[in-house]
T-cell receptor, first 114, second 108 residues
Framework: NAGVMQNPRHLVRRRGQEARLRCSPMKGHSHVYWYRQLPEEGLKFMVYLQKENIIDESGMPKERFSAEFPKEGPSILRIQQVVRGDSAAYFC????????????FGNGTRLTVT | QKEVEQDPGPLSVPEGAIVSLNCTYSNSAFQYFMWYRQYSRKGPELLMYTYSSGNKEDGRFTAQVDKSSKYISLFIRDSQPSDSATYLCAANNNDMRFGAGTRLTVKP
């Protein structure tokens, strides 16, 4: 049973380019969460999605960031016109969504903006 | 004030020591509590998952929740160098909140 799969593991972008991060949840999980982690800091919630719906995007910056979880395919976190401050590790987590099930995390995408 | 507070450490102990990691939380509505272990360059891995107050044991790991004082603890017995990692506590009530993580080093 494959875990949460994220790709790419490492992504380098120049300032102003777009970054697309992909996440395939665990089998049977229909809820996806995105978190950002800076060095020596904790996990910062960004967005919570179910299939075709954004449930909570209270942690997403108002501009340049968007997320989707289509009916078919992985969840995508998209960052437009990246800046150096976007450099971080981005983690995706999934859950079956029943009650207060714990989250299961992928190994993250490390974004470096040069 | 953060909803889940955790001392970031770092914490360094000799091999074989008993390790105590702690968190406090402010929201009394939290019912579910978790501990995650995160190795460098990896994602957080679920270690322990508990509901409400009480203890839960799994091998060398014991999770303890005291809802009256809003205190969460993780104890590691006979600590090993392979336990060296960052440990994150989390609390959930339809809205998960994480502590900042405590970096632990177990020296051989």
């Amino acid at each position: 049973n494959a875990g949460v799969m994220q790709n790419p593991r490492h992504l380098v972008r120049r300032r102003g380019q777009e970054a697309r991060l992909r996440c395939s949840p665990m089998k049977g999980h229909s809820h996806v969460y995105w978190y950002r982690q800076l060095p020596e800091e904790g996990l910062k919630f960004m967005v919570y999605l179910q299939k075709e719906n954004i449930i909570d995007e209270s942690g997403m910056p108002k501009e340049r960031f968007s997320a989707e979880f289509p009916k078919e395919g992985p969840s995508i976190l998209r960052i437009q016109q990246v800046v150096r401050g976007d450099s971080a590790a981005y983690f995706c987590a999934s859950s079956p969504g029943t009650g207060n099930s714990p989250l299961h995390f992928g190994n993250g995408t490390r974004l470096t903006v040069t | 004030q953060k909803e889940v507070e955790q001392d970031p450490g770092p914490l360094s102990v000799p091999e074989g020591a008993i390790v105590s990691l702690n968190c406090t939380y402010s929201n009394s509505a939290f019912q579910y509590f978790m501990w995650y272990r995160q190795y460098s360059r990896k994602g957080p891995e679920l270690l322990m998952y508990t509901y409400s107050s009480g203890n839960k044991e799994d091998g060398r790991f014991t999770a303890q929740v005291d809802k009256s004082s809003k205190y969460i603890s993780l104890f590691i017995r006979d600590s090993q160098p392979s336990d060296s990692a960052t440990y994150l506590c989390a609390a959930n009530n339809n809205d998960m909140r994480f502590g900042a993580g405590t970096r632990l080093t177990v020296k051989p």
